[in-house]
């Protein structure tokens, strides 16, 4: 579901959807979300001052918290 959700954000933001790849590593407690973009839109998902990833990580922490889970998103270049 969470990585659901964070590819659906990302597609929406970015100008080729297509290369948007994410994959879930999942643990007892955490799940890590790795989100990749192409390296064009890598500014679109990050915004100014970090702004768009930080409202994309307060998503996902509000919908990890419903579920019971943590889950901690990180961007790869």
């Known amino acids: 579901m969470l990585k659901e959700l964070i590819e659906y954000i990302a597609k929406a933001l ?3 959807p297509e290369q948007v790849e994410v994959s879930e590593v999942e ?3 955490t799940s890590v979300i790795e989100l990749r973009v192409a ?3 890598l ?3 990050i915004g ?3 702004r768009t990833a930080r409202a994309m990580r307060t998503i ?3 919908a990890s918290t ?3 889970k ?3 998103l990180e961007i790869i270049e």
């Open 14 to 16: 970015v100008d080729n």
């Open 27 to 29: 643990g007892e407690q």
């Open 39 to 41: 390296k064009e839109d």
């Open 43 to 45: 500014g679109k998902v």
């Open 48 to 50: 100014k001052q970090g």
């Open 60 to 62: 996902l922490s509000a």
């Open 66 to 68: 419903k579920i019971r």
């Open 70 to 72: 943590r889950a901690v």
